[in-house]
């Protein structure tokens, strides 16, 4: 890998960020109008805008794509470079009103994310960086929470799961938790250290945290698969289990401390 290739996906990441941003400007969250995908998903209009966008300004030739927003073309898993990218990640949010969704692109090289940026354009926060440069905060260099404990840590947690019942069995932990949309806007916010700790029980995409991945461990954090293992992108199924991302001082006692609540194949 060329010395320059993190530092020249980072600049078309920021490129393609300020193009996406520009888009979303001449949409208005809480008034657009939503389709739904199977599964009743919402999609809109702002979604696919931006995914075209998106292709327009990063993709070149020998490289791979994979988009929620896209057709899966399974040639990516033939690439060494691989854009995997939610045009807009936390729709139900922008369709609600809700400033917490973000456009979320990410750089893979050989499964690895090694770049990434987020966008929320709602609240005006830009989080980019990759392994070599290290992460920014609207252009103020930014690391992970150094807490050492969980003890009064704060940690993001899925609107939806929330709203389902599935965080009450950590009424009690020693964690403040705030319900927050958009995985990959809560993962960037643990990248800038602004929380300490996001994970989620629930099975997400790799567009949905291949960016938030590469930005956390790009500032220093620690990144794990349920199992306990390194995130690995470009897979043929781009589904996975769950995901926790926290300061890294915190990754051990955070494993020990939600073992217990596990889904039975991930422990």
Sequence with gaps: MKDNFQSEALQRIQSALEAARLILSHFTPGEIQTEYKAGHDPVTEADRSVDAALRQELLQPGEGWLSEESADDLSRLDKERVWVVDPLDGTREFVAGIPEFCVSVAMVYRGKPV???????????????????????????????????????????????????????????????????????????????????????????EWDVAAGAALVESAGGAVRTLEGGSLVCNQKSPLLSGLLACGPLLADELMQAISAHLPINSR
Excluded at 145 to 151: A, D, I, N
Excluded at 161 to 166: A, N, P, S, Y
């Design 115 to 205: 770049a990434g940026g987020i966008c929320n354009p709602a609240t005006g926060e830009l989080i980019t960086g990759s392994l070599e440069s290290g992460v920014t905060l609207n252009g103020r260099p930014a690391q992970a929470s150094r807490r050492q404990g969980l003890q009064g840590a704060l940690v993001l947690a899925s609107r939806s799961e929330v709203k389902r019942g599935e965080w009450k069995q950590f009424e009690d932990a020693p964690f403040q938790v705030k319900a927050m949309g958009s995985v990959a806007y809560k993962l960037g916010l643990v990248a800038a250290g602004i929380a300490d700790v996001t994970f989620t029980l629930t099975p997400k995409h």
